[in-house]
């Protein structure tokens, strides 16, 4: 006899569930059964399968609001985090599978992040770097360990990124750290107003924020459009990078914006 509460709701906190609603007399069921049984034993390290015959856990699939059949649900944490009905295509529910089942690589990097002030600099870029050794197209972690070099290694930063390309949901963050790239390899071009600002910002970017941000300032309110517009787009990405809740951000933003007016 079924234990739901065990199989299904226990379970679902150590690995994500996925619970076939189906009954003897459905033919759509007979068709999507064999298919899902097939996927959890090539991805038993995933999730796992527990098939519910409602003729028979009538109480549960009243619980459930089963209306019709086959009804697919999936289990995360003792809750339903996504659901589909009828006989679908094995390249559908692969599909439909990799977008909620959750990664477990996600987890990990989470935590790396919330041990990020209790660790040095070195230290959280070494722990990143085993990270990506075994995750190696994990979007953010890239991200992550490119904004911590940028500033010492601003090579090494730019080849971080490389994958990510215009229209992927990261680019945006990507070309912020591109940008700052930019600066760090710029080269400067002596006895001018604009260059000496941008070289001083460069200089102080990685030890001193707000004095490297007034610099920053300085060098748009000289010539915003220097170098195809670096000064500006360095401000920005810095501001964009910190968040609008960073002190410096609503310490220098509105004088920033009102440099390009």
Known sequence: MLDFHEEVIEKSHE???LVDFWAPWCGPCRMLGPIIEQLAEEQKDRWALVKVNTEIEVELSQEYKIRGIPNVK???NGKVVNEFS???PKFQIEQWLNENIPDPAEQDFEDILSQKDNMSSNEYENVVRDFLSTNPTHKQAQLALARSLVYTDP???IELLRDIHLG???YDAASDIRTLAELMQWESESDMPVSDA?????NLLKDNEEEAIK???EAVTIDKGYHDDLPRRTAIALFRIWGNDYPLTKKYRWQFDMQLY
């Open 74 to 76: 999936l289990f995360v």
């Open 15 to 17: 690995i994500p569930v």
């Open 215 to 217: 610099a920053i300032i």
């Open 198 to 202: 941008l070289s001083r910002a460069r």
């Open 168 to 170: 992927q949901p990261r």
């Open 155 to 157: 090579d090494e930063a």
């Open 86 to 88: 009828g006989a679908l």
